[in-house]
């Protein structure tokens, strides 16, 4: 037995453990991209990097066998800052996004590419679903939304954006797929929640936090909710019918409104403080209602709520909205809405944080041949348009035309890829050592099981080295230096490369370089 | 035009019949395939993977990694620019451009439309003294001006075509020897002109019937004299003739011999008469020297030197083995032999103070050690003469010269660890070192001295050669094992080491061929002798090509210890041109750049490390005030990135983003943050990288930084103080133009207007920096600024 120490915890491995191994024996956990279990291991990301205590050298764990008296220090700035600047590297020449500019540019952050997916393959009930993760007013919204996202769309300079608002639109526009049981398996809490206004922000807090199983009621001192939707919105823009059937949705899912019930100073101290458990304020721009009726110190500035949290000063006191960014787009009210929702959650101790990624790794525009590329996994021709008009929208043969023109600018790993788990765990600056100018991409769409984005591969070798030990043709490394590239010999498809090993090829793939082509991630 | 089928099939096929069908062929394989057909016909390609175990992975793989390879069809010719250290800072960027204009290349292509010629790169051709280089098929030149380029191709063209009607050449043999001429036919004397000198001078004698010995010599170190002849004449003093035509030689044999035969002595005469009438004068362009005259450029040069590797340069000729046995060769393997256990030779090593001569300098002593601890059977020995460094050729000149004192030093080497195989990795770009070691390997096996039971000892080794086809990465001794294995040159993780993992699992010494030429001479004069030499951590000599701004370049072998001041100013005879000394680049690519302030540094492991730099495999090149310490950086840099294997990301990415940051700078386009943007990075890949390439690499950046680092902030002011980086200089003529549109005719942009009489002017929008008008003005009257 060999004697290491790991951040000063001291243990003993067999002869052969690598540092890696030992590490992970004492609960120190090492990233490592290009190392996988069971492979042979040639160490290339370098983001398993660990210091050795005694010599001041730095070195791959995962390829280093332990020996006698090893002192190595994993946990540390030092090598945090190491492995951080191989994942700045790394996504320096990583060409590809993780999420799609449209989804990236829509302040509520919906899955619009997936969204899009799934029309078009007709599972509309699922689309909706997608939609309702970020948006809980979508028929409302696809009627006024500015769509930010369609002005991002890739499709836009090619033959016009993919019209994602009337997409939206249409996935709710059925009542009974909309009114569909929402709440049927939400345990609740028991919790009572106050929301001041019924505009975007307020109507979208009260969704989600019915959804999580609170009690809600919201105060609005009009006659009928809606807030500024409602009396600043001109009915040809916005039906009516439209606008009360999904308030009316959200009265179904048991929130109960107060109208005409201004709240004043005295009401918010004595009938909603001491008897609701928290309080979402969501009474739009300021010059409607000042923020000192709730006891918060105003002013000018808007800083009287945190805008991560949603937190004022007064615990249990949360708010959103215009009343903390005056905005033209009830999209972003919205969104605010749900975030102050999930807030509250978190206060009340209902639900736990969830940590989501903040990492995006984004690339910019299109050049004309990798439009072409982009092309391949979508159908040619201009935006469909409405027989109606804009305010009849989308059938369904129509909408799932329409969004098969999405051209898939999302990654198919989202979710698994280790670069971006690891970008987001330290914290990377992704535009750090960026280059003068990035690689061209391309997408290999042939194979029936797996689509290979060269762009994205970070070159570990682990597709080269499984397919090598079964396929007859396989994969290889292409060239050396900054150009290398894993290919297929005398440029043969990927098809005809991997018949038997694509499969364990993605699974292998620390990144979205390979990946399913028709698996969702996130359903 | 593209190969026939059947051509390709039968072709392949004899190869493959040759080399065998294992995965490890794979190399030869192809460089055989590129032999026939000038490139790599992806049809026989396919053939190998079809009747081989090569797959088609590792034959993309491999056939894509190492330079030497092609995967398109060359020209008829190929024109090789040299892109070494030396031929840098002289100019080969212009001089590559210059031929590219000329054969009308555009963007990334590298063939002329008629198929013609075929425009290359290379790191090296190893001629430094005669930089720039470019060499045209077999055919090298030295001292290209950009402007001449045509020419050259033009002469090459013409002389190819006539070159098929040489005439055979008789020597006269039946008279009394009445001395000896010594030719040096090191690759440098040869690309200067020495084989001409060798044909005239042996068409000469056959004329004369002068009945001496021609003798052709290996590197004679003196590569700035080139070509040289030295007259070795019974009771007279050898006379040594530097940089000598083929039109002189027979004014000097004829000052030296006399012509046999009445009618020989007229007939001389009478041709004689129509080329330079009186013997007597010294001809005006060759120098004499008698080699024990003191104060002589030759004596001067050689004075400081202590030759161990280079033992009788100049002398011995390369593959005769009497002449060898003659000066004590193989008396150093038979006493080892003889009188040593394996244990005693390695105690001998290390007593010696050894250190490995590839640059790291690792004591040769472990390094036996380890390797002869090892319970295997199975052991390996490899010479690593994969010298990829631009500037530096040492190990060619070693093993085109003294190939004997090489393998002598393998055979005492597998005999202390008790290995059974040693291989020759050598550099395809090393035709002749190949040529020579597979002569000495042949002669050493018909004398009982490679092979079975050598010299009746019972041990047994035998040594083959592996040729290397293009990749500096393969220097580093894990990535030259994995290529010996027929794979991609990538280094693999130490440890384990190769001394106890190496070649094909088994313990294998890996040393460098000056280590090798080392040991004969530690055993002839003991351990005691080689460690007096030298420094308390450096013992012995180490072999450094000097080159660039010095008077007098070429190979030296100096003790360790000797001040950088001592190789400059005594054996380089001081700068060239009266310019002022700035720095020695030492190290090549892994090294770095020490300033004039440390001109007294004495050449020594510790000492070279310490200050940033390292010895790395002997490039010295020599920078005066006219080189821009930010385009030398950028220079190294750029070779590095390109040679790195691209495996690990420190090394793949953070080379390529360090160069651009350096282009930035360079072409006056950087912030103050790129300089220590481009610092923190250079630290993290040389931490952070897998092997030495990566570890090393930015050293050129971090010394320069370190030394230079006001020259990185004048270019960010858009300012290069030496004149050099291109984008920040422009040029313009002076008021003493005299109008003779030299310059406008030259011009290869137009940015000349052609105005006879008239003083000149040049377009800088047009101007792309080539610099022929300043060449070719016969009044020095353009300027860069």
């Known amino acids: 037995m060999l004697k290491i120490t790991i951040d000063n915890q001291t243990t003993e491995v067999k002869p052969g453990t690598t540092v890696l191994q030992a590490a992970a024996a004492l609960g120190i956990e090492i990233p490592a991209m290009c190392y996988r279990e069971g492979h042979s291991c040639h160490p290339s990301c370098m983001v398993c990097l660990v210091k050795d205590a005694d010599r001041g050298n730095f070195f791959t764990s995962c390829a280093m ?290 940590k989501k990624f903040q990492f995006n790794s984004s690339f910019g525009h299109l050049s004309k041949p990798e439009q072409e590329e982009y092309l391949k996994e979508s159908i040619p021709g201009k935006p469909i348009e409405p027989e109606g008009g804009f305010i009849a929208g989308f059938n369904e043969q129509q909408a799932i035309a329409e969004a098969k023109r999405c051209m898939h600018c999302d990654c198919r790993k989202p979710a698994s890829c280790k670069l971006r788990m690891y970008a987001d765990q330290y914290g990377v600056n992704r535009k750090k050592h960026l280059g003068p100018e990035r690689k061209p991409l391309s997408k290999s769409i042939h194979h029936n099981l797996i689509v290979y984005e060269p762009e994205k591969c970070i070159r570990c070798g682990l597709c080269v080295e499984i397919s090598g030990k079964e396929e007859s043709l396989g994969l290889t490394y292409i060239g050396r230096g900054f150009d290398v590239r894993i290919s297929v010999p005398f440029n043969e498809t990927v098809a005809e490369a991997l018949k038997k090993t694509a499969e364990a090829c993605v699974i292998a793939c620390p990144t979205g370089s390979m990946a399913f082509k028709n698996q969702e991630e996130r359903i | 035009m593209t ?54 992975s590792r034959i993309s793989g491999i056939s894509t990694f190492y330079s030497q390879f092609r995967h398109q069809p060359a020209g008829k010719h190929i024109i090789r620019v040299c892109t070494g250290t030396a031929c840098h800072v002289k100019g080969a960027t212009r001089v590559y451009d210059a031929i590219a204009r000329e054969l009308k290349l555009t963007d990334g292509q590298v063939t002329d439309t008629d198929g013609l010629f075929t425009l290359e790169k290379v790191a090296c051709l190893g001629c430094c003294t005669l930089a720039p280089v470019i060499k045209i098929d077999e055919t090298t030149y030295g001292h290209i001006l950009p402007e001449k380029v045509g020419e050259v191709m033009q002469e090459f063209l013409s002389k190819n075509q006539h070159d098929n009607h040489k005439g055979k050449q008789v020597l006269a043999s039946d008279a009394e020897i009445m001395g000896e001429i010594r030719i040096g036919l090191g690759s440098c004397c040869v690309a200067s002109g020495s084989e001409e000198v ?110 161990i590797a280079s033992e009788n340069r100049g002398v011995v000729k390369p593959c005769d083995i009497t002449e060898y046995l003659a000066g004590g060769g193989f008396t150093a393997l038979r006493k080892c032999l003889g009188e040593f256990t394996q244990q005693q030779v390695v105690d001998e090593i290390s007593m010696s103070g050894l250190r490995g001569r590839g640059g790291a300098g690792f004591p040769t002593g472990r390094k036996w050690q380890m390797v002869k601890d090892q319970p295997d059977n199975e052991k390996y020995v490899i010479c690593n003469g994969d010298e990829g460094d631009p500037g530096a050729f040492m190990d060619r000149m070693l093993l085109e010269s003294y190939p004997f004192r090489v393998i002598e030093g393998m055979l005492i080497a597998g005999y202390a660890t008790g290995a059974t195989q040693g291989i020759f990795y050598i550099r395809a770009e090393y035709p002749l070192a190949v040529k020579r070691i597979n002569e000495a390997l042949q002669i050493c096996r018909e004398n009982g001295l490679v092979g079975n039971s050598i010299l009746n000892s019972g041990f047994s080794f035998d040594i083959r050669i592996f040729e290397g086809a293009g990749a500096f990465v393969c220097g580093e001794e894990t990535a030259l094992i994995a290529s010996i294995e027929g794979e991609r040159g990538i280094p693999r993780m130490r440890p384990p080491y190769p001394a106890v993992k190496g070649l094909w699992g088994k313990p294998t010494l890996v040393n460098n061929t000056e280590t090798f030429s080392l040991v004969s001479w530690i055993f002839r004069h003991g351990a005691e002798a080689f ?185 960010i002011q858009g300012n290069c103080p030496s004149g050099k980086c291109m984008p920040l200089i422009t040029y313009s003529i002076t008021d003493e133009c005299i109008g003779c549109t030299k310059c406008a005719q030259r011009c290869p942009s137009d940015a000349i207007a052609f105005k006879p009489y008239e003083i000149h002017t040049i377009d800088m929008e047009k101007c792309i920096k080539c610099d022929i008008c300043r060449q070719v003005c016969p009044v020095d009257a353009v300027k860069v600024g």
């Open chain 1, 65 to 354: 066998p332990v020996a006698e008296g090893m002192n190595i220090t994993a946990t540390s700035d030092e090598v945090a800052a190491m492995r951080r600047e191989a994942l700045e590297l790394l996504l320096s020449d990583h060409v590809g996004d993780c999420e799609a500019p449209c989804t990236l540019t829509c302040p509520a952050s919906m899955d619009i590419p997936l969204m899009n997916r799934l029309i078009a393959k007709g599972e509309f009930d699922k689309s909706l679903e997608i939609v309702r993760e970020q948006i809980a007013l979508p028929l409302i919204l696809g009627y006024i939304c500015p769509a930010p996202c369609e002005k991002a769309c890739r499709r836009k300079p090619i033959d016009g954006a993919v019209s994602i608002c009337l997409l939206k639109r249409f996935t709710a526009i059925d009542a009974s797929r909309r009114n569909s049981n929402l709440i049927a398996d939400v345990v609740k809490t028991g919790k009572k929640i106050a929301i001041i206004g019924t505009g975007p922000a307020g109507l979208s807090a009260a969704f989600y936090l019915l959804r999580t199983g609170h009690n809600c009621t919201l105060f609005d001192k009009n006659e009928l909710a809606g807030g500024a939707m409602r009396y600043n919105i001109p009915e040809e823009k916005l039906p009516r019918e439209m606008l009360d059937a999904e308030i009316d949705g959200i009265r179904v899912m048991g929130a109960v409104y107060k109208m005409n019930h201004p709240i004043t100073s005295e009401i918010f101290e004595n009938d909603i403080i001491p008897k609701f458990d928290a309080v979402i304020l969501a009474t739009g721009n300021r010059e409607y209602q000042p923020v000192e009726e709730f006891g918060l110190a105003g002013g000018t500035d808007h800083d009287f709520a945190d805008k991560k949290t949603y937190k004022t000063l007064r615990p249990g006191v949360f708010a959103c909205g215009n009343m903390i960014r005056e905005s033209e787009m009830a999209v972003r009210a919205s969104a605010q809405g749900r975030m102050a929702a999930t807030e509250v959650g978190i206060y009340l101790g209902t639900h736990p944080s969830v």
């Open chain 2, 531 to 715: 460690a007096n030499i030298g420094t308390s951590g450096s013992k012995g000599t180490k072999v450094f090509a000097l080159a660039g701004k010095v008077n007098r370049g070429g190979l030296i072998e100096v003790p360790m210890g000797i001040t950088l001041r001592q190789i400059v100013e005594e054996i380089g005879g001081g700068i060239a041109n009266n310019r002022k000394f700035k720095a020695v680049q030492i190290g090549g690519p892994s090294g770095g750049c020490i300033p004039a302030s440390m001109y007294d540094l004495p050449v020594d492991f510790e000492e070279l490390s310490k200050v940033g730099a390292m010895m790395g495999s002997g490039g010295l090149i020599v920078l005066d005030d006219t080189d821009c310490m930010v385009d030398i950086a950028h220079y190294f840099l750029s070779f590095t990135q390109d040679q790195s294997c691209g495996r690990c990301t420190f090394c793949r990415v953070g080379t390529t983003r360090m160069l651009q940051l350096l282009d930035k700078i360079r072409s006056g386009k950087g912030k103050p943050e790129d300089i220590t943007h481009l610092e923190k990075l250079a630290i993290s890949t040389q931490q952070g990288s897998l092997c030495g390439l990566g570890k090393t690499a930015p050293n050129p950046v971090l010394s320069t930084l370190r030394y230079f680092r006001e020259e990185y902030e004048a270019h």
């Open chain 2, 198 to 307: 060798k044909q005239e001078l042996e068409k000469i004698l056959a004329q004369t019937r002068i009945n001496v010995h021609v003798k052709q010599v290996g590197c004679v170190g003196v590569c700035n004299q080139v070509p040289v002849m030295e007259i070795i004449k019974p009771g007279h003093e050898p006379a040594f003739y530097a940089k000598i035509k083929p039109e002189e030689v027979r004014e000097v044999v004829l000052s030296h011999f006399q012509p046999s035969g009445l009618f020989n002595k007229l007939k001389t005469k009478f041709v004689g008469s129509f080329e330079k009438a009186v013997v007597a004068d010294e001809p005006k362009s060759f120098r004499k020297y008698l080699l024990e005259q003191r104060d002589t450029p030759i004596s001067e040069f050689l004075g400081p030197q202590k030759t």
């Open chain 2, 3 to 56: 190969p026939d089928h059947e051509h390709i099939i039968q072709t392949v096929e004899q190869i493959i019949a040759k080399r065998g069908t294992s995965a490890d062929a794979a190399i030869p394989i192809l460089q055989d395939i590129q032999q026939v057909f000038n490139y790599l016909p992806d049809e026989a390609l396919k053939h190998v993977c079809a009747i081989t175990e090569i797959s088609p």
